[in-house]
């Protein structure tokens, strides 16, 4: 009786202190995971508490969701870690939560999830999408700027979208520029910029960017982005149709896999890629090899994208090494396997399609029929590089033109000379001397600029015709299947060298004086407030703010070209934009004094030093400082509006802004 007296408060104290243990708070449970290094314990220990979830906050239920599924996520159990991820934004909707950086997490978490195991998962750019706007909602811009990395790799699918997506990188790139972002935004901002560059064919900064990306992930350790970063390495390498640089990545992937056992599904992708490049080297055989081995591997993979490319890849290596039944046996078990995807390998369908009937015969005709499509296509980029090379040409030609003139000039003038030299002889014997050097001056110098001109348009022209070039390449090797998005590309290369030739047309018209202007009256005053709506949405649609200061009477009628005008606004304004740092500020003043009309455009920083106050009007001039950071366009801008405002009878010039930036003041006489 005295035991059971002694015993019975026992186990009470032993229960209590049991449900002590188990009812710990949310930050020592935390405080456990973050302390343990191994992701099978930090597991154990979120699935300890796991029923007893409700002793916990909201906010703090949600965290719970988002660490498991990020445990689950680094061991790879990806449709785990999607249930989780689900679970943690359910659960905001549930508690009536207001949304948070957490939130913002959980959709980009679970969208890199979905697209771990199918890259052309729809709901994953969907989830994407969310997490920008959320993150523009919130005004965070490091969320900004990592949310745009992720969703501006979704644009791509659509049409145009490359171009969207560059405009997005554009931003993402602005804040990385003027915040301190931490080493992890900074990794995806580069990871994704070096997909949305394979995406644009432009291989090579591609496979740049993913190094920068490496080399951040290594200083983190942060070991599973290491390895997407070797396995993007090597599909950049094969795009570049660098057999030997790919077989180093490969080697490299060989010995992360010996390093890290865990990634179970690096052998399978090994042997994918590894046939891959055994294609580009033609030989069938070998790629047949690796990919059998790869099928002894599908068991370990967890990425249906993988798996199904396996399959077909095997079924059109046997078909083309002549084993015509094992190839119909292996595309039969991916059609069983997948019932309801679209074909990853496009040659496939002809298989597929030979089965039917006679199917060496169909296939031969598939073959060339598709043989006939990249006929087609090689034809459309031969017409595209005879078109940008008929622009340059005409650039060029365009140039010797003005030069011809202005050495006809010379010889009309040498003429007259020389017959006024002929009333006496000694006259004209001093006279002769003097033309000569002269004229060897004056022909040299023109040489020289012609020289310096074509020079500077051929380093103009040289960076959107390179791209252009790879571009060409690349679809004449067929490494691409996304044809639109390359003839996309191509045409956005084009346009470029549209404008720089324009501009240059331009010019040549004012060098020869066959530039005309359309002078009409008209109120300037009501004309600058007409226009004032518009440049404020220009300006303001960039990040910058913008005011207008119009000191001008109501009465006053100028006679001068309305639309030359409003370009020379457009063109400065658009200068503004470029090259003043964002958040910043642009204004516009106009005033009337002394018959004459004066103008001012200025911006906020960064500002130009004394030197090139002088030299930014220079044709295809471009400061070397921070107002000279890749921001595109033709150099052209202001040279355009010098030679407007000259034939305005005007002068244009340049001074340092009280805004911190740069003044660009035009008079007008009227």
Known sequence: MKFSLLFKPLVTLL???TSVAIAQTFPQLKAQIQSEQKNQKKLALLNAVKNKLAQYQPAQQVEYWLLTGRVLAKQHHMNEAITAFTKAIESFSLFELTPSNILVDLYIERSIATTSLDFFNSYACEDRERALTLSRELAQLSLIAKSIAYYAKCLQTEQHGITKSLKLFDEAFDIATNQQLDLLTKQIIFNQAATLSFRALMYDKAYEYNNVAQELYTSTNDISSIYVSILNAIHYSIALVDISLAKQHLAE??????????????????????????????????SVY???RGI?????????????ATYELLSISYFRVGDIDKSYETLSTVEAMYPNK????QEVLLIKASRANNPIDIVRSAFELSDKQQQSKNTFVKQSTAQSAQLF??????????????????????TFFLVSLLVGFSYLQIQRKKLAVKEHQLTGSLLNKKNQLLADVSHELSTPL????????SLKDDLEDDVQATYDALDNKLDDIQHLIDDIHQLAQSDIGALKLNLQPFSLHETLLFWEQELTQFVNKNKLTFDINIAIPKQLIVNFDRDRLKQIFINLLTNSIKYTDKPGKVKLSAAATNNTLLLTIEDSAPGVSNEDLVTIFERLYRVESSRSRATGGSGLGLSICKSLIEEHKGKIYAQHSPLGGLKIVIELPF
């Open 393 to 414: 040409d005409d650039n060029l030609q365009q140039l010797d033109n003005i030069i011809l003139q202005q050495r006809l000039t010379i010889v009309l003038v040498s």
């Open 253 to 286: 992937l060989e010995r992360f896999y010996q390093h890290y056992p865990e990634f179970i599904d690096a052998l399978l992708k090994f042997y994918y890629l590894s046939a891959k490049v055994a294609q580009l080297d033609e030989n069938w055989p070998l």
């Open 342 to 345: 679209k074909a990853i390998k």
């Open 466 to 473: 390179t791209v252009l070039k790879l571009q060409v390449e």
């Open 15 to 17: 229960l209590f202190c």
């Open 290 to 292: 690796f990919l059998e």
């Open 296 to 308: 002894e591997e599908i068991s370990h993979g967890q990425n249906v994208s993988y798996i199904q």
